[in-house]
């Protein structure tokens, strides 16, 4: 299967704080995406990476790409409690259709 | 807001029952996408239509079907509810073939409940 995974599954931190996320996933793509989703909500798209781009930044986000090791990670810096919320990475291989990861629940406590 | 809608927001129906779930994409987006999130499975892509035509297929069961018509809008039909068909439908819409156009914009979901 072409979905990744998260890790870790769930992570609670200060505000304030930084928080990581990673993704692993198991085929080539063409670019990843990280999306978040507020409980019972759609999902919102946050950031994409191309495959031959290794970091991006956006805000307070920073998103790694390493595609020796099929694997991603997001940092959001500075947290608030505002960003509590669940995360996904989503990848795009040659196909129009992405491939969501299982989500990492972020929780930030004020 | 996305500018993607779904209705209905709730649905509450019994088992064996068949529902309708619509959804409307941002205006000029060409491809909608269905999504199933339920608490065992993620979130789980079932089928993808461009302009009409369906595009890709996921992990729809054959009791799932949908459609897109000519204004864009989409529908996806489930019969035969059971239990396990419980779950967050979402629809997303995008711009396909745009270079760097490629995320894709999610509607508020249809809960639907199978009692």
């Known amino acids: 299967s072409q979905q990744g995974e998260e890790d870790p599954q769930a992570l609670s931190i200060q505000e304030g704080e930084n928080a990581t996320m990673n993704c692993s996933y198991k085929t080539s793509i063409n670019n990843l995406q990280w999306y978040r989703q507020n409980s019972g909500r759609g999902l919102v798209h946050l950031i994409l990476?191309?495959?031959?781009?290794r970091e991006k930044h956006s805000g307070r986000l920073r998103v790694t790409l390493d595609t020796s090791k099929k694997s991603s990670s997001l940092l959001i810096t500075a947290s608030r409690a505002a960003d509590t919320a669940s995360y996904f990475c989503?990848?795009?291989?040659?196909?129009?259709?992405?491939?969501f990861g299982t989500g990492t629940r972020l929780t930030v406590i004020p | 807001d996305s500018g993607v809608t779904q209705t209905p927001k709730h649905l509450i129906t019994a088992t064996g029952q068949r529902v309708t779930l619509r959804c409307s994409p941002r205006?000029?987006?060409?491809?909608v996408y269905w999504y199933q999130q339920s608490l065992d499975q993620g979130l789980q892509f079932l089928i993808q239509?461009?302009?009409?035509?369906?595009?890709a297929k996921g992990n729809i069961l054959e009791r799932f079907s949908a459609q897109q018509f000519p204004d864009l809008h989409s529908e996806l039909n489930l019969s035969s509810l059971e239990l396990g068909d419980s779950a967050l439908y979402f629809c997303?819409?995008?711009?396909?073939?745009?270079?760097?156009?490629?995320?894709?914009?999610f509607g508020p979901g249809t809960r639907l409940t199978v009692l």
């Open positions: 997303a819409s995008s711009v396909v073939g745009s270079r760097g156009m490629d995320e894709q914009f």
């Open positions: 205006s000029g987006d060409l491809s």
């Open positions: 990476i191309r495959s031959n781009e």
């Open positions: 239509y461009y302009n009409g035509e369906e595009r």
């Open positions: 989503a990848t795009r291989t040659g196909a129009n259709n992405l491939f």
